[in-house]
C-alpha cells in the first residue's frame, strides 16, 4: 500500500458532509445544525462487538457507538439511532445518506479517506487469527496461510481480505464472510481453517463463546511493500 493505514492531521470530522444544497423547508444547509433540528442521528453500525452492535433489546452499544453518544450529547444532541448494515456496505450507505455518521470501529486508511472523512482515531489494533484450539496449521501470519494452503475468512470490506490479497494469498483460500458472527461460524463448521480479524474483535469472540475448541494466535502487525500496516480506527 505504500502508507501507513492512518496518518496524524486526518480530517477531525465524525460525519461525512454532504455537499452545499439549498434548505428545504426551511431547514438548516448546516451539517450540524440540521442533526440538532432532527434531535437525533442515525448510526450505521455491522454488528461487530466490541466496536458497534445492538443488544438483544436492541440498544446501540459498543466502543464506537458509546464515544459518538457522548461527543453528540455534549453538541446538544440526544439520541443514536441505530441503522444495522453489512460492514462492506457501511461507507456507500453514508455516502447514500441511509444514516448519517459511521460507528463502527472502522479502521482509517488512504482508500476510505479518499471516500469519507474521519475522526481522529480513538483505538488502535493488531491483527490476529482465530485457529483450532493447537492451531494444527501452525497460521500465525498472512504468508503462513499461503504455505500451508488453509482457507482464510475475512470480513467483506474489513482490512484484512486487503492485507492478505496484497501479500499474495490467492483468492481461491480467501472466504469472505458478511458479518461477524458468520465467520465463527464458517470456523466451526469447517469451512474455513482461520477468520482473520482485529486482535479486539477475535478475544471477544472467545469471551463470549466459553468452551469453543478455538484460539487467538498472537497479535502482529502486517507489514506490505516494507511498510507496517498499523491499525488504528474511529
Same mark, same amino acid.
Given at each position: 500500500?505504500?502508507?501507513? =493505514?492512518?496518518?496524524?492531521?486526518?480530517?477531525?470530522?465524525?460525519?461525512?458532509? /454532504?455537499?452545499?444544497?439549498?434548505?428545504?423547508?426551511?431547514?438548516?444547509?448546516?451539517?450540524?445544525?440540521?442533526?440538532?433540528?432532527?434531535?437525533?442521528?442515525?448510526?450505521?453500525?455491522?454488528?461487530?462487538? /466490541?466496536?458497534?452492535?445492538?443488544?438483544?433489546?436492541?440498544?446501540?452499544?459498543?466502543?464506537?457507538?458509546?464515544?459518538?453518544?457522548?461527543?453528540?450529547?455534549?453538541?446538544?444532541?440526544?439520541?443514536?439511532?441505530?441503522?444495522?448494515?453489512?460492514?462492506?456496505?457501511?461507507?456507500?450507505?453514508?455516502?447514500?445518506?441511509?444514516?448519517?455518521?459511521? +460507528?463502527?470501529?472502522?479502521?482509517?486508511?488512504?482508500?476510505?479517506?479518499?471516500?469519507?472523512?474521519? =475522526?481522529?482515531?480513538?483505538?488502535?489494533?493488531?491483527?490476529?487469527?482465530?485457529?483450532?484450539?493447537?492451531?494444527?496449521?501452525?497460521?500465525?501470519?498472512?504468508?503462513?496461510?499461503?504455505?500451508?494452503?488453509?482457507?482464510?475468512?475475512?470480513?467483506?470490506?474489513?482490512?484484512?481480505?486487503?492485507?492478505?490479497?496484497?501479500?499474495?494469498?490467492?483468492?481461491?483460500?480467501?472466504?469472505?464472510?458478511?458479518?461477524?458472527?458468520?465467520?465463527?461460524?464458517?470456523?466451526?463448521?469447517?469451512?474455513?481453517?482461520?477468520?482473520?480479524?482485529?486482535?479486539? =474483535?477475535?478475544?471477544?469472540?472467545? =469471551?463470549?463463546?466459553?468452551?469453543? /475448541?478455538?484460539?487467538?494466535?498472537? /497479535?502482529?502487525?502486517?507489514?506490505?511493500?516494507?511498510?507496517?500496516?498499523?491499525? +488504528?480506527?474511529?
Amino acid at each position: 500500500m505504500g502508507s501507513p =493505514s492512518w496518518q496524524p492531521g486526518l480530517p477531525d470530522r465524525l460525519f461525512h458532509e /454532504p455537499p452545499p444544497r439549498a434548505a428545504v423547508r426551511g431547514g438548516s444547509t448546516d451539517p450540524l445544525q440540521r442533526l440538532k433540528d432532527q434531535g437525533y442521528v442515525r448510526v450505521g453500525f455491522a454488528q461487530e462487538a /466490541p466496536f458497534g452492535f445492538a443488544e438483544a433489546d436492541e440498544t446501540l452499544t459498543g466502543e464506537a457507538p458509546e464515544v459518538a453518544r457522548a461527543v453528540f450529547e455534549a453538541l446538544g444532541i440526544p439520541e443514536l439511532q441505530g441503522v444495522l448494515t453489512e460492514f462492506g456496505s457501511l461507507i456507500p450507505g453514508l455516502q447514500a445518506r441511509r444514516f448519517d455518521v459511521i +460507528a463502527a470501529g472502522m479502521f482509517i486508511n488512504p482508500e476510505r479517506c479518499a471516500e469519507i472523512a474521519f =475522526s481522529d482515531p480513538d483505538y488502535q489494533a493488531k491483527t490476529a487469527f482465530l485457529v483450532p484450539a493447537g492451531n494444527p496449521l501452525g497460521i500465525l501470519i498472512f504468508e503462513g496461510v499461503i504455505s500451508t494452503g488453509a482457507r482464510l475468512g475475512v470480513l467483506a470490506g474489513a482490512v484484512e481480505g486487503g492485507y492478505a490479497e496484497s501479500l499474495g494469498v490467492p483468492t481461491a483460500q480467501i472466504v469472505t464472510f458478511t458479518d461477524q458472527p458468520s465467520s465463527f461460524d464458517g470456523l466451526a463448521a469447517n469451512r474455513v481453517d482461520a477468520v482473520s480479524l482485529t486482535s479486539i =474483535s477475535l478475544r471477544n469472540i472467545l =469471551s463470549t463463546r466459553e468452551g469453543a /475448541p478455538f484460539e487467538m494466535t498472537e /497479535p502482529f502487525v502486517p507489514v506490505i511493500d516494507g511498510v507496517e500496516q498499523t491499525g +488504528a480506527g474511529g
